[in-house]
């Protein structure tokens, strides 16, 4: 290296043992061999190489638009620059790493940094709605603390319903209270209840009340199909419950059965 003449570089300590520099607001091209001049008869020389770290910047996550639909393929890429050696990057789903991912690096010929990518591809499922994806660039320069760029999944996604029964064993002249559960992004709409594909048939004990369907005095002919469904912009979903009533079991009465000894009295028979 040529005669030191930068005015961030200042000599430390000098004796005839030895000769200390410090360098200040190091970049890029401070990297590279020094050398140090001790000048005796003969001259003496000892040299040593500087290699200077590229810190990666703080990386950015494109490809996400909000919101996605269930079953759409999501590509998500992560990018970080400047780094030098190549930084490494690391995906994230809810702290859970994501293995299956794409990497790529791109060396700047003049400043010898990388540029670092990673793509992360995968279907959008419900499940995925409101987790935390994150991906972490790590470094030898970052000293084990990691730079990180984070984005919330947004996923919409049709209903998904079910039917809650109150009663496991309805009878003749008790209640029933069917409550319907539904779920979806956006949030679904007010339920649709029907019974055997048509309209409830006795609305004065069919009572509907949001999500809730409330039959009073069962009897016989409540006995059907009867279908909740949901909807929302995203689309539409239904479940049934196939309600059978029984008979009213309070009313049974139980007749005493006589019986009878086929063999007779058996003292009967030792007496004669």
């Known amino acids: 290296m040529t005669a030191l003449r930068d005015n961030r570089i ?3 300590r000098a004796s005839w043992h030895e000769l200390s520099i410090s360098v200040s607001d190091v970049s890029l091209s401070d990297e590279g061999q020094y050398t140090c ?8 020389t000892s040299k040593a190489f500087l290699t200077v770290l590229g810190v990666p910047e703080k990386p950015q996550i494109t490809g996400f638009t909000s919101p996605v639909m269930e079953g759409e393929r999501m590509q998500l890429t992560c990018k970080t620059s400047g780094s030098k050696p190549a930084a490494d990057i690391r995906w994230f789903k809810n702290d859970k790493e994501v293995k299956d991912v794409k990497y790529f ?3 700047d010929a003049v400043r010898k940094t990388f540029t670092v990518s990673s793509t992360l591809d995968f279907l959008a499922d419900r499940s995925d709605d409101g987790a935390v994806v994150s991906c972490r660039v790590d470094h030898e320069s970052l000293n084990s603390t990691p730079q990180i760029a984070m984005q919330v999944l947004e996923i919409h996604y049709t209903p998904l319903v079910k039917i809650i029964s109150s009663n496991s064993w309805p009878e003749e002249g008790q209640s029933i209270i069917l409550t319907c559960e539904s779920k ?9 209840w029907t019974k055997d594909g048509g309209e409830l048939p006795d609305p004065e004990r069919m009572v509907v009340n949001g999500r809730v369907l409330s039959i009073s005095f069962l009897n016989k002919t409540d006995n059907g199909t009867y279908r909740c469904e949901a909807k929302n912009p995203i689309g539409r979903n239904s479940t049934e419950y196939v309600l059978i009533v ?8 139980f007749v005493p059965i006589d019986v009878v000894n086929p063999l007779g009295d058996v003292n009967a028979l030792e007496e004669g």
């Not at 001049?37 to 003496?44: A, C, G, N, R």
């Not at 029984?246 to 049974?252: A, K, M, Q, R, V």
């Open 10 to 12: 200042e000599l430390v």
């Open 246 to 253: 029984h008979g009213d079991t309070s009313e049974l009465c």
């Open 37 to 44: 001049s001790l000048f005796t008869m003969p001259v003496k």
């Open 105 to 107: 690096k791109e060396e």
């Open 184 to 192: 979806g992004k956006p949030v679904p709409e007010p339920v649709l």
